[in-house]
């Protein structure tokens, strides 16, 4: 509902002056909400296969309802990039394209970006700014990929000015900003935050031993998910480079991310299996959408109009897999329990348990 009007506006504006740009905002907007949803799901599967996993702890209920909110940077982005554009850019349009905007970006965000990032995240863990403001990101120990953008609001403004704001700002003033440069640079930020926070060691040896150098210039999700436990050391947005600078590298980072890729899939002590029931409830399980796992026996209004992906979905998942697969992780005390989904309807298996007792 916030970002109807934008919607709108987008519309008319292309309608009438056959001006794009601003469904260019929302249509990126979309993209960044798919993008995070994918990694949501991605790495909710992965956490309940087992293999891999950084921290073998599972995620509070406070958390699940804390981090409910994910998508409120999301907004709060588009509704600046469509300001910018209404009262700065007014009129005149962005090139697509511009090779020079782009080594421009590299730059600046491999330079001042990291740079600056990494003080104000070591200021952030003193202890004034940290009961204030920090700590509220820091109240997820496991982390999931959405923990990355749950910051009270003064944050999810100092983090726009500083990785975001920085390079397209700069590109802008020096005329060399285009609408590719925009796309794949807050797609990279989304990406690398997704995947430092998923819990998940994603990152094979065969990239490090081809390029050692590579250490100091992409972080692991292990490296990440220490600064999580250990909180007082690996501050770096996307690059190592700084803590190595600094010494506030964690010195167990190499041997985590070792641990972690020889971490295999687990086995539970105990099996819950399930199956679809309605055209809607692939929603219902956590893989899908929280806010409507979270109430399987309801319904939205706004599904009605997802019945055409909804339809696509249901194919696909229950015509090219035909196993059960793990979609939940449960631990009780000293007990693991899965929960596996049978991919099919209610209809087809009571169309098989009739086909078997012929």
Not at 226 to 242: D, E, G, K, S, V
Request: hydrophobic residues 40%.
């Amino acid at each position: 509902m916030v970002l109807a009007p934008l919607v709108i506006d987008s519309i008319y504006s292309y309608a009438s002056m056959r001006d794009g740009e601003k469904l260019l905002i929302v249509a990126l907007t979309v993209w960044r909400i798919v993008h995070g949803q994918i990694w949501i799901s991605v790495s909710r599967y992965l956490t309940a296969k087992g293999a891999k996993r950084i921290v073998n702890k599972s995620i509070e209920f406070d958390q699940v309802d804390r981090e409910r909110t994910w998508d409120d940077q999301v907004i709060f982005n588009s509704l600046v990039i469509y300001l910018l554009k209404l009262y700065v850019l007014g009129t005149n349009t962005l090139p697509f394209w511009r090779l020079d905007g782009m080594a421009l970006v590299v730059l600046l965000h491999v330079g001042p970006v990291e740079f600056i990032y990494y003080w104000f995240h070591r200021a952030l863990h003193h202890h004034f700014l940290y009961s204030r403001y920090h700590s509220h990101h820091h109240s997820s120990i496991v982390t999931e990929p959405i923990t990355a953008v749950v910051h009270p609001f003064a944050e999810h403004i100092s983090y726009t000015i500083i990785v975001a704001g920085i390079p397209i700002v700069t590109t802008f003033l020096c005329g060399t900003v285009s609408h590719v440069s925009i796309f794949l640079y807050i797609s990279y930020i989304d990406f690398m935050n997704s995947m430092g926070h998923c819990n998940i060691e994603l990152i094979p040896r065969s990239f490090f031993s081809l390029f050692p150098p590579l250490k100091y210039l992409l972080y692991t999700p292990s490296f990440h998910s220490l600064h999580h436990t250990q909180f007082r050391t690996n501050y770096a947005l996307t690059m190592p480079i700084y803590d190595y600078m600094y010494g506030t590298n964690d010195k167990s980072s190499d041997s985590l991310y070792e641990t972690s890729l020889e971490q295999e899939e687990e086995k539970p002590d105990a099996i819950h299996l399930t199956h679809l029931t309605s055209l809607d409830s692939i929603y219902h399980f956590r893989l899908g959408f929280s806010s409507l796992s979270s109430h399987p026996l309801s319904s939205r209004c706004y599904l009605v109009l997802m019945r055409p992906f909804t339809i696509i979905i249901s194919f696909i998942l229950t015509s090219f897999s035909s196993r059960a697969f793990v979609f939940e992780r449960n631990r009780f005390r000293d007990l693991t329990i899965h929960s596996h989904l049978l991919p099919k309807f209610s209809s087809h298996v009571c169309f098989y348990s009739l086909f078997s007792n012929l």
